[in-house]
């Protein structure tokens, strides 16, 4: 990943053989295919105060809720405007979503969280992807 997604490699530290998130104070936790689906660093304030809003963490949510945040900036720039947590918070509501269910049986807190067009909102294009490359 280094020179890819990342030119200052002091700044980064993996996760190892560690299979929960485990972050330390001012550190967030983030995975390969976060990159594939257009995040990147420094974090814009935009993300951190959706997070914040919902009051959840990076290593919360999925690919796909980070491209339909990478939309509505791009579609909010594009008119010349700032992006607004606020407004992207007013547009859009925050799914919980599971793994499948099957033979095993997952503590109901098992699963990620994106964004989904409140009922309603205008959005420019929906986004939808459940599996990723790599990942």
């Known amino acids: ?3 890819r997604y990342f030119r200052d490699m002091s700044i980064v530290r993996a996760g190892g053989d560690n299979t929960a998130p485990a972050p330390e104070e001012n550190e967030v936790v983030i995975y390969r295919s976060f990159f594939k689906a257009g995040l990147r660093f420094p974090l ?3 993300v951190v105060e959706v997070l ?3 009051q959840i ?4 949510i999925t690919p796909e809720a980070i491209m339909r945040m990478g939309i509505f900036v791009w579609a909010v720039r594009s008119q010349g405007l700032e992006p607004s947590a606020k407004c992207f918070c007013s547009m859009h ?3 919980y ?3 499948a269910t099957g033979k095993e049986q997952y503590h109901n807190n098992f699963g990620c969280y994106g964004f989904i067009a409140r009922p309603n909102a205008s959005h420019p294009v929906p986004t939808f992807r459940k599996r990723w490359p790599g990942a």
């Open 1 to 3: 990943m280094r020179g």
């Open 44 to 46: 814009s304030k935009f």
């Open 52 to 54: 914040k809003i919902y």
């Open 57 to 60: 963490f990076l290593h919360q």
């Open 93 to 95: 509501e925050l799914l």
């Open 97 to 99: 979503e599971t793994k």
